[in-house]
Every structure is written in structure tokens, then in C-alpha cells.
């Protein structure tokens, strides 16, 4: 069996890939990799937004549905991973009760000629990742147009084995369709060391993306540890932190262009995302009877976003300070999130004209 390091290296242009390995402390890892030649495949990087693991622009632009999708996302029995729009569409069919090879149907590959590229998806049972279930919508070698769809389910890998898909098998000129499936041997003992095993043998002129997740129980994929590889930004190895409900306990970026905002530590953020993230943990829908006696259906609670690190930490980078003085996000939380994002305040102004600070 050929070793996962050495077969990426052989292979400069993959394309995607996604893959499933047992690493040699016994845990199941999911892997997820993008590589680009054109300027636009370039311009893209990798976010957690709402609980998924988002491919985005890095400049704002049209949305593009063959570059930019959730590249991973999770229900409560799998997590899943792959390299376009069927991710969501295969996570919402299970959760619908679907089985995972019907999860997996009817998709076909990208309306991308003359390349069309296959559509890779990797479903990992959240139960230790006890089964891996793998499916490709790939083009015909022949004259066919109508895609071949592929399913394959794989059980109790042993430590160090691994199985991979990958778009594409190209020197970076001439491009083809990748063989279905691949089994490799891992060195790695960690998500960590997978990473850095992924990382080092993508090719330095096309990688731009890599990401390693636990499958761990839970609901979102903040909630397992997450390691990231990003050629869009600087070197560095970043704390545990939270995100919403769940942890990103290591991320890691590695031979970047440095687009970090003002040498901070964290993913390229766009106000949209910010506002998204906001909305979508403050946002409520119910039935709500307010202070002033009045029915209402939906309710915006800002204590909640007020009382997530993360986000506190994001909006304070955007506040310049005249937002400070009509910000109702309450005075002690937002001079703090100030004081540590920019050093003490001079003083903060109290609607009513009352100094402050």
C-alpha cells in the first residue's frame, strides 16, 4: 500500500480531495484539501461559518457554486465532507432519515467542460468513525455525458490506513479524471501530524487549502477539533478557542501571503460573514410578549453574541472609535472587548451626555 505523503506528492494537481484514516492512536480523522491554477480558483480560503467549514472568496466577488460551498458540515450521525453543493444536499437528506448510499444518490458530476470534475463526498459515522462511506459522481472515459456514480463503504480501519478520493490526477498542465479510490498508509499519530502530512505533499505552486476534523458526537462541526492549513495566510500555530457551542482547538496556517488583518490571529473575516454569524446566534423566532406588553414573533437578543468570546473579539476589530459612541451593546462588555482590542479607552460618552469611563 502506497504511502499518503508520497502518492500527493506524484500527483501535483489533485484537485479536491477528501479521505478518511485511522490515525496510529487509534482515532478516525476526515481530511479535506483544495489545490487551484486559475486566478480565480486561487482566490478562495476556508471558514467556520454557523458550524460549517465554508470555501469562500478571500475578495469580495460573485458567488461562483462550483467554487464556493460548505466543504463540511455535520448531522448527528455523520460528519460530511466533499467538494461542492452535494455536501448540504447529502447532509440534509440524512437528516431527513436517508441512509447513507441514498444520502449519496443521484448526483452528478460538475457542468464544468472540458474538464468535468467529479463530485467527492465522504461520510464518517460519528460513533468513533467506526464506517466511512465514500461517493463520486464522476464523468465516463468514454463518450458518455451521463455521470457514473460510485458508492463505497468501509469499515473498522486499522491504525495507519487510509482511503482517499481526489478530483483530479494532472502534472498541473494536462488534467484527467482521477482513479475512484485510493488506499494509502499514514504515518500520522494526530489530526496535527495528518495535517502536516497532507500539507507538505501538496504541491507548493496549486495548494491553497487543507483541513483535518475529528469526528467527535455532536452537532456542528465547530464542535470536534478542526486543524486548517491556509496558503492565504502567515505562519503561525493558533490557541484553542471556542466558536459558538463547539472548540476549535488547534488551527494551523502555514506558507502564506499575509492576508490576516492587522497581524491578528485569526481567518480572514468579511463584515458579511461577521453579520451572518451574528444574526444567526442572536436571532429568535417564537412567540415573545415584551416589556411593553406587545406581542411579537421574533426577537433579536443581543446578550447572546454578547456573551460569545469569538465574536466579541471580531466585532471589536471593526469598531473604530466614533462606533463606540452610539454602540448600545452595553458599556461594561463593550469597553472591555475595546480595551483588549485597541488598549484603554479615553472615555466613552453615555447617550444622555454623561461621561463614562
Not at 455523520?78 to 447513507?100: D, F
Amino acid at each position: 500500500m502506497l504511502d499518503l505523503h508520497d502518492l500527493l506528492s506524484a500527483n501535483p494537481y489533485p484537485g479536491r480531495g477528501v479521505l478518511c484514516t485511522r490515525t496510529h492512536s487509534g482515532a478516525v480523522l476526515g481530511g479535506y484539501f483544495l489545490t487551484g491554477r486559475s486566478p480565480a480558483s486561487r482566490d478562495r480560503a476556508l471558514r467556520l461559518i454557523d458550524g460549517e467549514l465554508v470555501v469562500g472568496p478571500r475578495t469580495m466577488g460573485k458567488h461562483d457554486p462550483l467554487r464556493h460551498y460548505a466543504a463540511a458540515t455535520a448531522t448527528g450521525g455523520w460528519l460530511v465532507l466533499g467538494n461542492g453543493e452535494q455536501v448540504s444536499q447529502a447532509a440534509e437528506r440524512l437528516r431527513a432519515g436517508a441512509a447513507p448510499t441514498e444520502a449519496l444518490s443521484g448526483f452528478e458530476y460538475e457542468p464544468d467542460p472540458p474538464i468535468r470534475t467529479s463530485r467527492i463526498t465522504a461520510l464518517i459515522s460519528r460513533d468513533g468513525g467506526r464506517t466511512a462511506v465514500f461517493g463520486a459522481a464522476r464523468p465516463s472515459r468514454a463518450a458518455r455525458l451521463t455521470s457514473n456514480v460510485m458508492t463505497l463503504a468501509v469499515q473498522d480501519l486499522e491504525p495507519g490506513e487510509a482511503v482517499l478520493l481526489t478530483t483530479y490526477d494532472s502534472d498541473g498542465e494536462q488534467v484527467s479524471v482521477a482513479a475512484p479510490f485510493t488506499e494509502a498508509a499514514v504515518s500520522a499519530r494526530n489530526a496535527e501530524e495528518l495535517l502536516d502530512e497532507i500539507w507538505s505533499a501538496l504541491d507548493e505552486r496549486f495548494r491553497i487549502a487543507a483541513a483535518v476534523l475529528d469526528p467527535a458526537p455532536g452537532t456542528r462541526v465547530g464542535d470536534p477539533a478542526i486543524c486548517l492549513s491556509c496558503d492565504a495566510c502567515s505562519a503561525r500555530l493558533l490557541p484553542q478557542r471556542s466558536l459558538g457551542r463547539g472548540s476549535v482547538r488547534q488551527t494551523r496556517v502555514v506558507d502564506g501571503r499575509d492576508a490576516w488583518e492587522t497581524g491578528r490571529d485569526r481567518l480572514p473575516v468579511t463584515h458579511s460573514d461577521l453579520a451572518r454569524r451574528i444574526h444567526a446566534v442572536s436571532h429568535l423566532e417564537s412567540h415573545f410578549t415584551l416589556r411593553s406588553g406587545r406581542a411579537a414573533t421574533e426577537y433579536f437578543d443581543k446578550y447572546r453574541f454578547e456573551g460569545d468570546p469569538v465574536l466579541l473579539d471580531e466585532i471589536a476589530q471593526r469598531m473604530t472609535p466614533p462606533a463606540t459612541r452610539s454602540a448600545r451593546c452595553g458599556y461594561f462588555t463593550r469597553t472591555s472587548i475595546l480595551s483588549d482590542a485597541a488598549g484603554p479607552l479615553p472615555g466613552i460618552e453615555h447617550p444622555a451626555g454623561r461621561a463614562l469611563g
